[in-house]
């Protein structure tokens, strides 16, 4: 089991910054990422990092978010720029680990133009 705590979501106006934190219960969680779900859309990927520390964007995230890992803390970072409304949406953080699949609670992120 590994529980995943997000913290660091809020109301933005465009053009700001926020960074988002995951916290996981354990260590050794090789894969750990975000994703997104605006209203009435599909969850995506938003970006992802291995314990190595490489890293997978999406192309409409490239260049304004960079996403990062502390393995001491066990914890993801999502560091989000140039924030625009399209960017509003429910963040979730994500892990891979023991095949198995798990989800944060999410933690909502809104950009006013």
């Known amino acids: 089991q590994v529980q995943l705590v997000e913290s660091g979501g809020g109301l933005v106006q465009a053009g700001g910054s926020l960074r988002l934190s995951c916290a996981a219960s354990?260590?050794?969680?090789?894969?750990m990422g975000w994703y997104r779900q605006a209203p009435g859309k599909q969850r995506e990927l938003v970006a992802t990092?291995?314990?190595?520390?490489?890293?997978n964007y999406a192309d409409s995230v490239k260049g304004r978010f960079t996403i990062s890992r502390d393995n001491a803390k066990n914890t993801v970072y999502l560091q989000m720029n140039s924030l625009t409304p399209e960017d509003t949406a429910v963040y979730y953080c994500?892990?891979?680990?023991?095949?198995?699949?798990?989800w944060g609670q999410g933690t909502q992120v809104t950009v006013s133009s």
């Open positions: 994500n892990a891979g680990y023991s095949y198995t699949t798990y």
């Open positions: 990092i291995t314990s190595g520390g490489s890293t």
């Open positions: 354990r260590s050794n969680i090789n894969r």
